[in-house]
């Protein structure tokens, strides 16, 4: 599984996809239609397209095998028993979605897609945690890779509106990451 501290940094520098689309609910919702949803949403995802739908076999199955570390875990006790209990009641609790990460950047000479798909989970304290249910390496890009498209995507902002054509993140975002990568590539040949 790619480790979360990756994932936390991906937000940072911009290139993280995530979607979670269920809305907040009041009451436990079908495993199974859980699944549904987010497979229908999954098909619309240039990555998802092209990735297995989920199973509630899969799901149950993952969240049997997940184990919660003994030494310095992430999440409390209560909220990883309220994460195993899914796999016994086949309900996603008020405070759990499904979700997917798309993408990651380390840091480092390459950026990576990926199909990340987890369980995100509310925290009494309002911060969320969330559980791998599947992790799978899409490909690498190195950073020149990477600049070119996401300068490919600076270009094809609407002059008139100022927003990007295609759904993602906005000019200045977009204006950001192009120098961003710049700088990083840049480092590189000097090191």
């Known amino acids: 599984m790619?480790?979360?501290?990756?994932?936390?940094?991906?937000?940072l520098t911009l290139i993280c996809q995530t979607s979670a689309g269920q809305p907040s609910?009041?009451?436990?919702?079908?495993?199974?239609?859980?699944i549904k949803a987010f497979n229908e949403r999954?098909?619309?995802?240039?990555?998802?397209?092209?990735?297995?739908?989920?199973t509630k076999e899969e799901v149950i199955g993952a969240i049997r095998h997940l184990?919660?570390?003994?030494?310095?875990?992430?999440?409390?006790?209560?909220?990883f028993a309220?994460?195993?209990?899914?796999?016994?009641?086949?309900?996603?609790?008020?405070n759990a979605e499904f979700e997917k990460l798309t993408g990651y950047d380390p840091g480092g000479a390459y950026v990576f897609d990926v199909w990340s798909v987890r369980i995100?989970?509310?925290?009494?304290?309002?911060?969320?945690?969330?559980?791998?249910?599947?992790?799978?390496?899409?490909?690498?890009?190195?950073?020149?890779?990477e600049l070119v498209m996401a300068e490919r995507k600076l270009r094809d902002i609407q002059p008139a509106t100022g927003e990007p054509r295609l759904v993602g993140i906005g000019p200045r975002g977009l204006e950001k990451r192009v120098k961003e990568l710049?700088?990083?590539?840049?480092?590189q040949k000097t090191n």
Do not use: C, N, W
């Not at 609910?25 to 859980?34: G, H, K, T």
């Not at 195993?84 to 309900?91: C, M, V």
């Open 2 to 11: 790619f480790p979360l501290t990756t994932f936390v940094a991906v937000s």
């Open 42 to 54: 999954a098909v619309a995802d240039p990555i998802g397209k092209d990735q297995p739908p989920l």
């Open 182 to 187: 710049k700088d990083r590539i840049a480092k």
């Open 25 to 34: 609910r009041q009451e436990s919702l079908p495993l199974a239609d859980a």
């Open 67 to 79: 184990q919660r570390p003994e030494v310095d875990p992430p999440v409390t006790a209560e909220l």
């Open 120 to 145: 995100r989970m509310s925290r009494p304290d309002g911060s969320s945690y969330a559980f791998g249910i599947r992790e799978r390496m899409i490909r690498s890009r190195t950073l020149e890779d």
């Open 82 to 94: 309220a994460f195993k209990q899914i796999a016994t009641t086949h309900a996603l609790p008020p």
